[in-house]
């Protein structure tokens, strides 16, 4: 049995757990047992249950991660194991906001522009990051050669998960949090990213410069949060 926390990694939209493997592999070199959820991506309230179901098996304290839409799903899926949530350029909305509304709240995303919709037969779409912008739009700090992979193997939320308001409470308001803002996020702009930290209480890292996939480019500087959030909270 390890002495340090567990640490959950639940990955957003248009982006899968692969995305983690650099932080997954300096966080397992530190001793840390580490879990990267699977996130459904098929709305917010049964995309939280499902992670939430994926906590009660994790014996001893848990340090959950979320990377943009999943910091929204982290924010209602912790439970009593959890003892800090960080965020990484992730929304962290509160109760009756959805990631649309905070996508829209600051002048700068190009979320608009950069979606392709995929018609499904229930009548929903699938939502993913056009490839011919994935680079430019997503993640613009990482080599062109592997953006054009991350754009191919890219995850697709629902038009439906993106506009879930959230609901019940919100677990920033009871757990220390910690927020990675990314400096020249395209996504989700850097001034939306320091409203929710800031009306959160978050601890704040800023890395200048990155891009929405923040922690595949620096992922020392997403690992250093998670270690703090693990030693604090400990």
Known sequence: MSSKPTIVLVHGAFADGSGFQPVIE?????????????NPLRGLSSDAAQVRALLTGIDGPIVLVG???????ISAAATSGVTALVYLAAFVPETGESVQELIEKFPGSTVGQSLKPVPLADGQVDL???????????????????????????????????????????AWHSLPTYHLISGADRIIPTPAQEF??????????VVDGASHLVFVSHPAAAVALIEKAAAENA
């Not at 990377?67 to 799903?73: E, F, K, L, M, Q």
């Not at 490839?131 to 080599?143: E, I, K, M, S, T």
């Not at 929710?196 to 978050?202: F, I, K, Q, T, V």
């Open 26 to 38: 300096q966080l397992m070199a530190g001793g840390y047992p580490v879990v990267a959820a699977p």
């Open 196 to 205: 929710m930290a800031l009306r959160s209480g978050a601890t704040i890292t």
């Open 67 to 73: 990377h943009s839409y999943g910091g929204a799903v």
């Open 128 to 170: 993913y990051i056009d490839p011919r912008v994935f680079h430019p739009n997503f993640a613009a700090d990482l080599p062109a050669e592997q953006a054009a992979l991350l754009a191919v193997t890219q995850r697709p939320a629902t038009g439906a998960a993106l506009g879930e308001p959230a609901s019940g409470p919100q």
